[in-house]
């Protein structure tokens, strides 16, 4: 089968834990205590092909483990996957030729050589034409605008100049399937803008299946329709991205403009304010609680605009984030009274 499929994937790390002081450090070298950390808890995902998915949780969520696993260089716990029809961590040759994974936090290049000595490299490892390697070539630095730059040391690189490099190095052999693991960390926002643009233009074009792990939301809204998003192993949402606000906001926002010269008073009646910048002012309020709010506004103030506004997705999804995590301190159950603060009852 194409595509991406993921079932009842898990995978738990053994690690081993010291124990504190001289006398215990030493007896734990005899008897060595393991402590097993569930890093990825039988997660299940479908991706089609041409697909550009993007994968978010907060750090430590699994998203680095789950894209190790769906490029074989880690076994599972447990589960089955297949990428393209193969078991990637079977390793097969056809497999290797036919993905790429890169890593931003990760240098897949030489340090100390040219990118285009790198670039030869994986020509030989995965048997390219010289008249194929060379056009692909062309094409990407031209299309990443890093044509004058092959020849100098990658360490001398800038980071953004560098990360460009390695999306060459993993797309010279036309992989169908492209694993990206924060591909714009750390980068200036135009390098952002340049990665996301390139993503957009050869991913639409090659018809690539892409699982974008990332935690800058503009290149998750610039890149991708759906979402799946993981927490502490578990995937916690799994459709399309704009369902996210509308599922796990519990807030709007209502921006008011005020008329007159007055400041008015007593507007925190009516929500949290946060940008009061008369005669603006934004407000934080209950999404359920929204038209009776509106009216109360209309009938206490004179208003020249007023305008609802959902929150942006960051700061819904750090919201769904450390609400999962307050869930699963506190066990008291679901809070909210239309449930959509629940992100528990929103587990599949
Ligand atoms: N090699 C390893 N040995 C032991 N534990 C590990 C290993 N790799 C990851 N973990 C643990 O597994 C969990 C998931 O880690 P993972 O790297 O998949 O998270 P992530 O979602 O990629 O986070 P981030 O957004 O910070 O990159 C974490 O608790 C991490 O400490
Ligand atoms: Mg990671």
Redesign the pocket.
Known sequence: MDGIDVRNLEKQ?Q?FRKREGVWASLRSLVTRQYTT?R?VKGVSFRIEPGEMVAFL??????????LKLLAGLIYPTAGTATVLGHVPWKREIAYRRRFALVMGQKNQLWWDLPAQESFRLHKEIYRLEADVFERRLAELTELLEVKKLVGQPVRELSLGERMRMELIAALLHSPDVLLLDEPTIGLDVVSQRKVQDFLKHYQAEQNLTVLL?S?YMKDVQALCQRAVVINEGEIKHDGPLADIVDRFSTFKVIDLLFAGDQRPQGLERFGEVFDDQFPRAKLKVPRQHVPEILTGLLSNYSLEDVGVQDRPLEEVIAELFTSTRADAEDASGPTGDDGRSDPAGARR
């Open positions: 790390y690690v950390i890093a949780g907060p750090n430590g969520a699994g998203k680095t483990t789950t792990t935690h």
